[in-house]
């Protein structure tokens, strides 16, 4: 059973002009795509060929033999869940049960946003920052390159990919550029609702 590219859930140009429909024919259709490919190069005609992306990642952490595998898998399911982060008309405040348990855990949604922007923009490289959910409460963590909360059995809620092929094209170097337009014109609450119900 291979591994498959998931396709977006949107149009490449459904979130102009805050991503350029470029960005995510080169993001998607390149970036994450290769990592199919490779990921299916690396476990073919292995017992990992036929688990799920979330057990490849799990078994491959921290396995000096398999950081080649952890990387591709990781990035695979970073960027799927990235993907469905973001919606057209996206941002702005939260509403339902995520919009009470931000207000609860982080004081406001004006310090969860201070933080989360935060998180992206001193990631120092490559890497992502995270919404999730640890032992109840909510928190803001980032990763390095490939890494992502399901490896320190953390619940994630929400990711930006802040690696720079993620905004390049559209924000050169201005990575808080991005980040803010990410939070206040692209983030999709509905996603993260349905995350925090299910968790």
């Known amino acids: 059973m291979a591994f498959e590219l998931p396709p977006l859930p949107y149009d ?15 993001h998607h259709d390149k970036h994450h795509a290769g990592y199919v490919n490779n990921l299916n190069n690396m476990v073919k005609d292995t017992p990992m060929a ?15 033999t398999k950081v080649g595998v952890f990387n591709n898998a990781a990035q695979i399911w970073n960027h799927t869940f990235y993907w469905n982060s973001m919606k057209p ?16 855990d982080f004081g406001s949604f004006d310090k969860f946003k201070e933080e989360f922007k935060n998180a992206g923009v001193t990631q120092f490289g490559s890497g992502w920052a995270w919404l999730v959910l640890q032992n109840g409460t909510l928190k803001v963590t980032k990763t390095a390159n490939a890494e992502n ?12 990919d802040v690696w720079e092929h993620a905004y390049y094209l559209d924000y050169q170097n201005r990575r808080p ?4 337009a990410f939070i206040d014109s692209m983030i999709n609450w509905d996603f993260v609702n349905q995350n925090l119900v299910a968790a």
């Open 50 to 64: 036929d688990q799920s992306l979330e057990e490849v990642i799990r078994e491959a952490f921290g396995d000096a």
């Open 149 to 160: 909360p399901l490896v320190y059995n953390q619940i994630p809620l929400l990711t930006m």
């Open 12 to 26: 490449y140009n459904a979130l102009e002009p805050h991503m350029s429909a470029k960005t995510f024919e080169f």
């Open 177 to 180: 550029d991005f980040a803010q």
């Open 89 to 104: 008309g996206g941002g702005g405040a939260p509403t339902g049960a995520i919009a009470d348990k931000i207000n609860a």
